[in-house]
Structure formats: structure tokens, C-alpha cells
Antibody
């Protein structure tokens, strides 16, 4: 069974940093691209970025490229999201998701349950 | 960015057929996918590449379209289908539609 479990969320003060983790199991982690998606309270889904199997390619949505860093540890089957200079606009549920590729396309076929990040003083 | 536009909400009665639309601001070929999100849960993949049913998803769900106009159809609708439905394109950097909240009368 594919499982993705996020952790590391919580309440953080504006301007501070936070690192999220996503523990993967039930599949060969190092065979897949992985991504992060967030959802502000009561809002829709926003793609943050993605990382390929060997970390040689990492893509971000342009508005978050200078604030967020995606990484992975294939030995630990874990995906990470390092977030810096956090502001209230970063308050959201953060999901990790597995990407499955079909030709030139990909989609998110498994999602974690999400972890809440609240940025407030 | 490719902008995806969805109607915000729909209300239907159980047993009816419902179509949820998604319009892209530019052609995305058939690189469109659909997700269901129930309250308090993570999104779940329903349809990939416009018309392919994800394994384990009931055959009541179907998808169609290409280019800029796409449709998710549920026929017949059941009470358990109450959720928000999102389209997502992968022609370029992924973007999601704003979601369509489906309510049952």
C-alpha cells in the first residue's frame, strides 16, 4: 500500500523558517518524481514544486522559488520542503504527492494526508 | 501560467447525471487530470489524461475533452460524491482550477 505521511508542521512566527518532511512507503521511492502542493484555508490547490528521482532536476512555481527548497533522501525514502521567510500568506495545508509519468505528462496519483502550517505571531 | 476556469458550485439530486466543466486559457492537448477532494481529506485522482479512469474509481466517473475544454461526468450521482472537484493541467508547470463544489439536493 502506498503511503505518504507528512510531518513538521505547526505554528511559526512570521519571517521564520520551517522544514516539512514526507515519509514514503509501499513503493520504490527512488523511481518516482515527487511534488509538493499547498492549500490555503478554504481555498484551492497550488503547486509548489517537484523533484526528480536523483535530485538533478528541481522545478518550482516562480513565486516561491526564492523562499522554498525541495530535497529528498532516497536512502530514507523521505521528501523535504524547506520554507524560509514565511508570511501569513504561507498559512496552508501542505501535501506531498507522488507523480506518475505518462509520456510527456504527469499527474499526482497518491497524496499524503497533509500537514498544517500556520504563520502567525 | 495556464489558467483553468471552473464553475464554483453545482447542486444535483442523487441519481442524476452531472457534468463539471474546466476551460483552459490555452490548449493543453489532453494533458488534463481530475481530482476529488472531500472535506478534511486529501485530493484523490479520478481521471488522468482527460479520459482515463484511475484504478479503483467507480465507472460512474468519466472524463472527456481536448484542447481547451474538458468535462468530468458523474452518472449517476450518489450521495457519497459530495465533494469539490479540481482539474489540473500538465502541459506546462502544473496549475489547478479553482474547484467545483458539488452538493446534493
Amino acid at each position: 500500500e502506498v503511503k505518504l505521511v507528512e510531518s513538521g508542521g505547526g505554528l511559526v512566527q512570521p519571517g521564520r523558517s520551517l522544514k516539512l518532511s514526507c515519509a514514503a512507503s509501499g513503493f520504490s521511492f527512488n523511481d518516482y518524481w515527487m511534488g509538493w502542493v499547498r492549500q490555503a484555508p478554504g481555498k484551492g490547490l497550488e503547486w509548489i514544486g517537484e523533484i526528480n528521482q536523483d535530485s538533478s532536476t528541481i522545478n518550482y512555481t516562480p513565486s516561491l522559488k526564492d523562499k522554498f527548497t525541495i530535497s529528498r533522501d532516497n536512502a530514507q525514502n523521505t521528501l523535504y520542503l524547506q520554507m524560509s521567510k514565511l508570511g501569513s500568506e504561507d498559512t496552508a495545508i501542505y501535501y506531498c504527492a507522488r507523480e506518475t509519468t505518462e509520456g510527456i505528462s504527469y499527474y499526482f496519483d497518491y497524496w499524503g494526508q497533509g500537514v498544517m502550517v500556520t504563520v502567525s505571531s | 501560467d495556464t489558467v483553468l476556469t471552473q464553475s464554483p458550485a453545482l447542486a444535483v439530486s442523487p441519481g442524476e447525471r452531472v457534468t463539471i466543466s474546466c476551460r483552459a486559457s490555452e490548449s493543453v492537448s489532453t494533458l488534463m487530470h481530475w481530482y476529488q477532494q472531500k472535506p478534511g481529506q486529501q485530493p484523490k485522482l479520478l481521471i488522468y489524461l482527460a479520459s482515463n479512469l484511475e484504478s479503483g474509481v467507480p465507472a460512474r466517473f468519466s472524463g472527456s475533452g481536448s484542447g481547451t475544454d474538458f468535462t468530468l461526468t458523474i452518472d449517476p450521482v450518489e450521495a457519497d460524491d459530495t465533494a469539490t472537484y479540481y482539474c489540473q493541467q500538465s502541459w506546462n508547470d502544473p496549475t489547478f482550477g479553482g474547484g467545483t463544489k458539488l452538493e446534493l439536493k
